[in-house]
């Protein structure tokens, strides 16, 4: 049972745009989240985070949204440029809970010129 | 340095064969991890050492065989592997382990493509 879902496998967005990466969740219990950017042949990248107790979060051109009471997030990357094509994962940890992060499956953003 | 370096990067291995994976990191990190990624789904989380101690083992077969000889070395030994192993194992580390580990972020290293055959 997947507790961390990005139900869009891929998306396209054009060079200049807002790119908007959509996660949602299940588990109530999960208390941290976390994006991954990852290209081929590469381990994931950490980009943003965000605590449970916050709403959003803002680092540069990314900006991560939570909302609680809908159990989604979102990020959200503006201006988007061709170096933003990768795979993005969503994760999450479970407060109290084990070590470790629970990975959605990943949605491709392709970055058109 | 602030890079996890996993070797080697492909591995192709029989059935019969052992073999091992290697992580390193030399940022002074705690916590060592090791994930499977199969091709289109997310990293599974398979062991944790916090503290140069095994503090999770998510149900992994005995096949595989975590060590972490010292702080800045993580090895993954295996030992008679199905084809359904085939995958990429992705290292990552963290400042610190349990708790707190989340709140400085995870390091991954590149992975190592395996493929039993």
């Known amino acids: 049972d997947q507790q961390v879902k990005q139900n869009s496998p891929s998306l396209s967005v054009q060079e200049g745009r807002i790119s908007i990466l959509n996660c949602d969740y299940t588990?109530?219990?999960?208390?941290?989240f976390l994006w991954y950017k990852k290209y081929p042949a590469e381990g994931p990248t950490f980009l943003i985070s965000i605590s449970s107790i916050k709403d959003k979060n803002e680092d540069g051109r990314f900006t991560v949204f939570l909302n609680k009471s809908a159990k989604h997030l979102s990020l959200h990357i503006v201006p988007s440029q061709p170096g933003d094509s990768a795979v993005y994962f969503c994760a999450a940890r479970i407060k109290g809970g084990a070590d470790g992060l629970t990975f959605g499956k990943g949605t491709h953003l392709i970055i058109q010129p | 340095d602030t890079e996890v370096t996993q070797t080697p990067k492909h591995l192709v291995m029989g059935m019969t064969n052992k073999k091992s994976l290697k992580c390193e990191q030399h940022?002074?990190?705690?916590?060592m991890y090791w994930y499977k990624q199969k091709a289109k789904k997310p990293p599974e989380l398979m062991f944790v050492y916090s503290y140069e101690k095994l503090s999770i083992n998510e149900s992994v077969p005995s096949r595989f065989s975590p060590e972490c000889p010292n702080s800045s070395l993580l090895n993954l030994h295996l030992h008679a592997l199905q084809p359904e192993d085939s995958a990429l194992y992705l290292c990552?580390?963290?400042?610190?382990?349990?708790?707190?580990?989340?709140?400085?972020?995870?390091?991954f290293g590149s992975g190592t493509r395996l493929t039993v055959v």
């Open positions: 990552a580390s963290s400042q610190k382990g349990g708790w707190e580990g989340v709140h400085y972020g995870y390091t």
């Open positions: 588990n109530s219990m999960f208390d941290y």
């Open positions: 940022m002074g990190h705690r916590a």
